[in-house]
């Protein structure tokens, strides 16, 4: 009786490993009324932050491109020896959702859709793209066994879309999540387990005169 051949085997593909990231985000610092800059009270706020990040081992600082995010991220990066800057276009200001009429409560629908058809088309039509490469490049757990620390100082849409990303929150609920120009939030990211929010918009670093800017005045705390 002729033996048949043995059953092909399927070679296991080595995983590589993986460990936590722990990804710092701050909404740029205050800016000046055409945005060329930052203000006074925006200077001590980015220069508050850094010293509040002295003590984190972050292994990168990344940051949107516009002149108040850049400038934020150097003056930071000023007071973290040996901290390497990247500036990125995924890290910029843009929208990063246009949601749908029925996303959004029927008494609000129109304004809010009003709203975000007078942001520029650039804006309006590259963002989700742009924020599909920001989750794909600045969230999850990183390659290695190392932990790795970074920091983010990027825009207020771009925080609410990741903060909303890690909650698995609806698409549209990016909308109506305020951040405070040069507050602190901290997302872990960890292997096998789902994203954590460690905190949301701390602002523990700066002086009461200097909190709670970049938020609409009705929401001021």
Partial sequence: ??????????????????????????????????????????????????????????????????????????????????????????????????????????????????RLAEFPEAERAGGPALAREAVARFTGPVAGTEPRHELLVTHNFLIGWLFRAALDAPPARWLGLNHGNAALTLLRYTPGRTATVVFFNDMRHLPKELRWTGFPPELRG
């Fill in 1 to 114: 009786m002729t033996t048949p051949p043995a059953a092909p085997t399927t070679a296991t593909e080595p995983t590589t490993p993986t460990a936590t990231r722990h990804l710092y985000i701050a909404r740029h610092a205050g800016a000046t009324p055409d945005e060329s800059g930052l203000t006074q009270a925006g200077l001590r706020q980015a220069v508050l932050l850094g010293e509040r990040l002295r003590d984190i081992p972050l292994a990168a600082i990344h940051h949107g491109p516009l002149p108040r995010a850049a400038h934020t991220a150097q003056l930071i990066g000023e007071r973290l020896a040996g901290v390497p800057l990247h500036s990125s276009e995924p890290a910029g200001d843009y929208l990063p959702y246009l949601p749908a009429r029925d996303e959004l409560p029927p008494e609000t629908a129109d304004a809010t859709l009003a």
